[in-house]
Structures are given as structure tokens and as C-alpha cells.
């Protein structure tokens, strides 16, 4: 190499002193030399590198080590130069630069994944009867789900993937988030029994980590601590009607409000035993809800939160009306979105023709790719604010519908449920949806000997 040993000699000490005061980075670098990551982790290595303030010969030794991030198998690296280097194996040096540049941070692998893309997780659900199989090949699997409720499908999920992750070695993080405030008197059965949180809280598994947040809005989680900015799966049963019935970007607020007079009866806050509560007159009784029962927030609100938070969403139970709200947001064609039109049955019969025709004939446990139906929307825009780095639009690569509330091998929610007992009830949705995100995800554990 022709450099000179006292900066060759002054930058393993620096190497070595990283990586052995820096142990958890260390361990959680293995991830980053898998064979699905290592093409990602060169190119920001060799950028990382070109940025740093070594020594210029220290800086461009590095970089033709490293074949100036252009390698995309550890094989083809210059073995010799990086031993000369680092002192280490090749493997080794990249995972020790890894540590010292910061690319190894703590927590990140874990949180946002690196070895799953979009195109991947796609070819695995559209391989898999189950979407949430993915867990079993994530190689740090976790899952949001939002507004849970009783916790029903959390300690279903539980019991049917612990002992499957325990046998492969590998843990799961599930974090639930509720808007209902424990101890309420409103909410119902939603609420979640103590025995359940408790037995969630102490599940007798290694590796798994649960929290729940209750009297938590599921689109006010940037403070929320212990919050992960990314998961392998985001999850939400029964999406809310109204909540999520319509689109208040298509649909004027005032035109909502009357609908909802129309169709639910009067409505006005109120205080019961010193709670807020909104009452609703309805077929001569008066009905007690959470006072933010008839906030409406939209599809697009809940669709721009999955594509955030998860490479993979499911959206489980959904009833039609709240489905073809969601439906009319995912396609392309802008007539499935007329302004100021509430979807009635006929209407929609009539604003979604050929795709309603061939949607209402899927019998319950059919399924349908919904690219092969019609055209994906590919401009949604986001409605929650402009994420730093993350374009104003964005488009689902991928878009599943079944027919169904239950599905075999599927944890499913005590809601879900209940449909079969609802006879004056159609069957709901489910949906499976795959985001064109620019976060990686949680993906399969590379067998990299390190």
C-alpha cells in the first residue's frame, strides 16, 4: 500500500477501541454483511469514508479496499489490502468500519430492518396464504397494532407465533396502541381486561417484548416513547365508522354531519359522572360514545400511517362501507373519487361498476390482487404532514382483498369474530398491503459466519 505504518498503527487503534467499547453495535453489524445487505452498507461505508477526516492515504486505502463501495459480495474484496488495513478478516474489517462510521447504530437494525424490500416482502405474501408468516422470516420481527382494543388479536397472535419464533431462536416485539382510556366508563366491551394485559405483560417467552399504550390517538405517536419508527407489520382491525367511513379531502365536513344525522340520529357532547361523552340519539335511545367517536379522519390518514410505520399493512374486518371509501383512495382512476358523494350502495354499485361487479362476487374466503383487477393509484398524497426525507406522494406496490372476517391459521380479533353473528351485517374485508417505502424492512437473518 505504501502508507505509513504510524497511521496505519494509529487507525487500528482507533478501529479496535470502537469496536470493543462499542459491543452492542458490534453484535448488531453481523446484520449488515448479510448477502441482502451488503451492497447498502458498502455504498453508505464508502460515502461515509469519503466524508470522514482521515488521513488522505488512510482515506483512499480504505476505499479501494472497500472497491469503493461498489462490491456486492464480501468474496470479491481485496482481502490482503484490508488485512494490511485492519488488521481483520474482510467480513470483520467491514463490520468494525460499520461500527466506526456509525452505520452499526444501536437500536437501528432492530427499528427499521435492512435486508427485506418492498419487491420482496411482495413475492413473499403473494407466495403466502398467511401475511403474518412474514414474522417467522424477519430477522427482527415486530408488530404495531393500532387501535387494539381488548388485546383479543394480540394474545391470539401470541399464542400461535411465540412458540414458532422460540424455535427458530428468534424474539418478537408487539406494541399496541388504544384510544380508549383505561377505566373509562364509555368503550364497552373494546376495553381490555386486566387477566389479558397482565398475561401479555408476563408471557412466559424469551425475546418477546410487549407495550401497550392506552388512551393513546394512533395519529399523535411522535412523542410516544418506546415507539419504533418502523415495523414489520402494522395492523388494524375493524378500522372505526365513522372514523374511516369517509374521506373528509373528498367529502365536506358539513355534508358528513348531515349524513351522520340522517343515518345515526342527533349527536351532542355531554358529561356523564364527570366524563366527556358523546351522546347520539338514535331509534328513540340515547347512546353513550368517547367524545371523538364522530372525528373523522379518513382513509388516506390511516393509509399514510400504515406506509410510515410498516412495510407490510393488514387491515382486518373492515365492513363495506368503510372498504370502499379505503378502495376509492387505493385505485387510479380519479372518477372513483366524485367530491362531495356519499357512498350509498347504489352509488357505489354505479361510481365503481366493472371492479364493484367483480369485487361483490368474491365468495367469503376469495381472494383477488387488486392490480389485476384495475390500475393502483400511484400519487397518494400524504395527509399527516411531510415526513423529513419522504416524498409528498406515495403509492401500495401491492394490494390484496379477501372476502372475509376469519381466515384458517389467522390470529384474528374478538370483532372479527363476532361477524359471523351479525346476519343483517355483509361479510367484510380484508385487506393486505405492501407500501413503495423508502425504509427498509426487518428481513431474513443472513448466514454470514463472522
Known amino acids: 500500500m505504501g502508507l505509513d505504518p504510524r497511521l496505519v498503527a494509529e487507525f487500528r487503534g482507533r478501529l479496535n477501541r470502537s469496536r470493543e467499547t462499542n459491543q452492542e453495535a ?47 459480495r464480501v468474496q470479491v474484496l481485496p482481502g490482503d489490502a484490508l488485512r494490511q488495513l485492519t488488521g481483520l478478516s474482510p467480513t470483520k474489517a467491514v463490520r468494525a468500519l460499520c461500527v466506526l462510521f456509525g452505520l452499526a447504530k444501536v437500536g437501528a437494525p432492530a427499528e427499521s430492518g435492512s435486508t427485506f424490500t ?18 417467522l422470516v424477519a430477522e427482527a420481527a415486530s408488530l404495531l397494532d393500532l387501535g387494539a382494543g381488548d388485546l383479543s388479536f394480540a394474545a391470539e397472535l401470541a399464542d400461535l407465533y411465540l412458540p414458532r419464533l422460540h424455535q427458530r431462536d428468534k424474539g418478537l416485539t408487539l406494541h399496541c396502541v388504544e384510544r380508549l382510556r383505561p377505566g373509562s366508563t364509555l ?78 340520529g342527533q349527536f351532542r357532547a355531554v358529561r356523564v359522572e364527570g366524563e366527556e361523552a358523546l351522546e347520539v340519539l338514535h331509534a328513540g335511545r340515547a347512546l353513550l ?11 388516506l390518514a390511516l393509509l399514510d400511517l400504515l406506509s ?8 382486518s374486518a373492515v365492513d363495506s362501507e368503510v372498504f370502499w371509501e379505503f378502495l376509492s383512495q387505493l385505485l387510479g382512476d380519479a ?50 404532514g411531510d415526513p423529513a426525507g419522504q416524498p409528498r406522494h406515495y403509492r401500495f406496490r401491492h394490494v390484496e382483498v379477501r372476502r372475509g372476517a376469519v381466515f384458517p391459521g389467522l390470529p384474528s380479533s374478538q370483532t372479527a369474530r363476532l361477524f359471523k353473528d351479525m346476519t343483517q351485517e355483509e361479510p367484510p374485508w380484508f385487506l393486505i398491503l405492501v407500501p413503495e417505502g423508502s425504509r427498509p424492512s426487518p428481513g431474513p437473518a443472513s448466514g454470514v459466519d463472522a
Not at 413473499?124 to 414474522?135: A, E, H, I, K, Y
Not at 387477566?195 to 411522535?222: I, N
Not at 419508527?229 to 358528513?256: D, G, K, L, M, Q
Not at 373519487?337 to 347504489?346: H, K, L, N
Request: charged share 20%; net charge positive.
Open 289 to 299: 360514545f368517547p367524545p371523538w367517536k364522530f372525528e373523522v379522519r379518513g382513509p
Open 308 to 315: 410510515r410505520r410498516g412495510q407490510l399493512g393488514v387491515l
Open 26 to 72: 458490534w453484535n448488531l453489524s453481523r446484520r449488515l454483511v448479510g448477502p441482502s445487505n451488503l451492497q447498502a452498507t458498502l455504498k453508505q461505508l464508502a460515502e461515509a469514508i469519503r466524508a470522514s477526516s482521515l488521513p488522505p492515504s488512510v482515506r483512499d486505502a480504505l476505499l479501494g479496499g472497500l472497491c469503493d463501495g461498489t462490491a456486492d
Open 335 to 384: 372518477r372513483l373519487r366524485p367530491p362531495d358523494v356519499i357512498f350509498t350502495p347504489s352509488i357505489i354499485a354505479d361510481v365503481f361498476g366493472a371492479i364493484h361487479a367483480r369485487l361483490a362476487a368474491l365468495p367469503v374466503g376469495g381472494s383477488v390482487v387488486l392490480s389485476d383487477v384495475t390500475n393502483l393509484r400511484q400519487d397518494i398524497p400524504r395527509v399527516l
Open 118 to 135: 418492498p419487491a420482496q416482502i411482495e413475492q413473499f405474501v403473494r407466495g403466502c396464504d398467511n401475511p403474518f408468516d412474514l414474522l
Open 187 to 264: 368503550g364497552g366491551r373494546l376495553h381490555v381486561g386486566q387477566d389479558r394485559l397482565e398475561r401479555l405483560r408476563h408471557f412466559p417467552s424469551a425475546g418477546f417484548h410487549f407495550r401497550f399504550w392506552g388512551d393513546q390517538d394512533m395519529f399523535e405517536l411522535e412523542t410516544v416513547k418506546g415507539l419504533r419508527p418502523c415495523y414489520t407489520i402494522v395492523t388494524c382491525h375493524a378500522p372505526a365508522t365513522p372514523a374511516f367511513a369517509y374521506e373528509p379531502t373528498r367529502v365536506s365536513r358539513s355534508i358528513i354531519d348531515a349524513h351522520l344525522r340522517k343515518t345515526k
